[in-house]
């Protein structure tokens, strides 16, 4: 099976699942997901951070990943206070060894 693009493969997906999307960036993708497979319960997982965050080279794409860490909280901001999403700042190893195998549908 092929879809012409994300949407067409977020509306594809069956609805009410337990979902996460692992590597948030600013949310747009996850809001697309969010809304057209409507997860029961949905993670939203980045570290909006880089590998060797201490560096002063990498202070300014530090700043920027955390001005859309905070862009996606205000995005996400009402299904956080409704759905109560949980919003994972870790990196994907960290997160996802939290979890329990077989947690997501
Ligand atoms: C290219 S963006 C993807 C955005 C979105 N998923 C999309 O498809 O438009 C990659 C994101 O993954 C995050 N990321 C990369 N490596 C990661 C890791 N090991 N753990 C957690 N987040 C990571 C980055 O911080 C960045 O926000």
Redesign the pocket.
């Known amino acids: 099976m092929t879809w012409a693009d994300r949407k067409e493969l977020f509306a594809w997906l069956p609805k009410y699942r337990v979902g996460a999307?692992?590597?948030?960036?600013d949310g747009?993708?996850?809001q697309l997901l969010f809304d057209l497979a409507e997860p029961s319960m949905f993670y939203l997982?980045?570290?909006?951070?880089l590998p060797k965050p201490h560096l002063p080279h990498m202070q300014p794409e530090l700043r920027r990943?955390e001005k859309?860490y905070q862009h996606t909280m205000k995005r996400f901001a009402k299904p956080i206070a409704s759905h109560g999403i949980p919003v994972i700042r870790?990196?994907?190893?960290q997160?996802t060894d939290e979890l329990h195998d077989g947690w997501f549908d």
């Open positions: 999307e692992l590597g948030v960036k747009e993708s996850a997982i980045d570290y909006w951070s990943r859309r870790e990196t994907r190893v997160a």
